[in-house]
């Protein structure tokens, strides 16, 4: 059983940067792989990115590509999200999800565990 609680969410104008950090609970973290999701309003859940169990290997939606960067520290048993160049269509509630599998998959259904969300909002 993994739980996972997001933050670092928040407003930001066009073109600034965010890091989001997700915590996770449970002595396993170090073998699942962990995504991030978004869901703007009125749109489904979306992919952004995925590292695998190691931290070693990670996939980017071709929206992201280039500005979003995903991380992993096990030691500290949180994932990161770094945001920069934000642009108005960013703007969702972010979600940090857990696969047990330990894949960089990048479908919903594939994820075992998820957070409540985190808000972010980009505009002038």
Known sequence: QVQLVES????????GSLTLSCAASGRRFNSYAMGWFRQPPGKER????????SGGRTVYADSVKGRFTISRDNAKNTGYLQMNSLKPEDTAVYYCAADNFGVEVTTVSEYDYWGQGTQVTVSS
């Open 46 to 53: 979306e992919f952004v990115a995925a590292v695998n169990w």
């Open 8 to 15: 670092g969410g928040g407003s930001v104008q066009p073109g």
